[in-house]
């Protein structure tokens, strides 16, 4: 089952059972994580305005070569419906398992996304569909529109 998260201009859909954190919605960016039952982690900064993605994602890149040795890391593009995104693709062990973190920017309308999604390796695969469909509707609002309400 799905639910759809709808607060100051962010709405997406996430799996029912996710915890979700709201870290800072009146700052810039605007922070908003979603945890798995399993640990699995899809974050959103999200800015007002229209940034260099490759710059950010560098940038969050950066961060984590700061906190984490022996990074492996390649280039990431991908597609979300209408919306192109570039990356990071990070592996990483972390006692003593494969971490596995993709780092994406995003411009939709006149706001910027960087995504943050994290997990164990074999978890990432599962969960991958999941972060993927949550990013789709989050870049494309257009064509998952708010859900009716009952007044």
């Given amino acids: 089952m799905t ?23 009146d700052t810039e960016p ?6 798995s039952p399993q640990g699995g982690i899809w974050e959103l900064m999200l800015y007002r305005d229209l940034r260099d993605i490759d710059e950010l994602a560098s940038e969050a890149l950066a961060i984590l070569g700061e906190e984490y040795e022996n990074l492996e ?12 995104a570039t990356g990071h693709e990070i592996y990483f062990y972390h ?18 996304a960087l995504l943050l999604w994290q997990a164990e390796d ?5 969960l991958e569909p999941v972060f993927r469909a949550m990013a789709t509707t989050l870049l494309n609002p257009h064509k998952f529109p708010a859900p009716a309400t009952d007044d």
Avoid: M
């Avoid at 998260?5 to 859909?13: A, E, Q, T």
């Avoid at 074999?122 to 599962?126: N, S, T």
């Fill in 30 to 35: 605007r922070t908003l994580s979603f945890e």
């Fill in 73 to 84: 890391t390649a280039p990431y593009t991908t597609a979300f419906g209408d919306v192109q």
């Fill in 95 to 112: 006692l003593d398992l494969l971490v596995h973190i993709r780092i994406i920017g995003a411009r939709f309308g006149e706001q910027t």
């Fill in 3 to 25: 639910i759809t998260y709808d607060k100051l201009g962010v709405r997406l859909i996430y799996a029912e059972g996710w915890k979700i954190t709201e870290d800072e919605l």
């Fill in 122 to 126: 074999r978890e990432f695969d599962e």
